[in-house]
């Protein structure tokens, strides 16, 4: 199993930035998949999740019409388009993978929103 995100990396504020998440090993299209991010000294957050289906996107009141969470099953990817970014939304993003009782998460990327 690999879950592999990508797309991070330094922007100003205002900025946007799309990030990947690229799947393997499992059955993806069965798979809810979710956005988490951490900040330094904080806990990790649930920042946007979209069932398998594809339907009822879900997220953080912190983010809401800013982000925009996506999957391409055909491709075993999911995406967060990121607008309008702030130096708050700055964070390693993770990405997870959830079936039930099953679990699966990647490495993160670091996104960094500074002028």
């Known amino acids: 199993v690999q879950v592999v995100e990508s797309g991070g990396g330094l922007v100003q504020p205002g900025g946007s930035l799309r990030l990947s998440c690229a799947a393997s090993?499992?059955?993806?299209?069965?798979?809810?998949m979710a956005w988490y991010r951490q900040a330094p000294g904080k806990e990790r957050e649930l920042v946007a999740g979209?069932?398998?289906?594809?339907?009822?996107?879900n997220y953080a009141d912190s983010v809401k019409g800013r982000f925009t969470i996506s999957r391409d099953d055909a491709e075993n990817t999911v995406y967060l388009q990121m607008n309008s970014l702030k130096p708050e939304d700055t964070a390693v993003y993770y990405c997870k993978a959830v079936l039930k009782w099953r679990d699966y998460w990647g490495q993160g990327t670091v996104v960094t929103v500074s002028s």
């Open positions: 090993g499992f059955t993806f299209s069965s798979y809810a």
């Open positions: 979209i069932t398998s289906a594809g339907g009822m996107p």
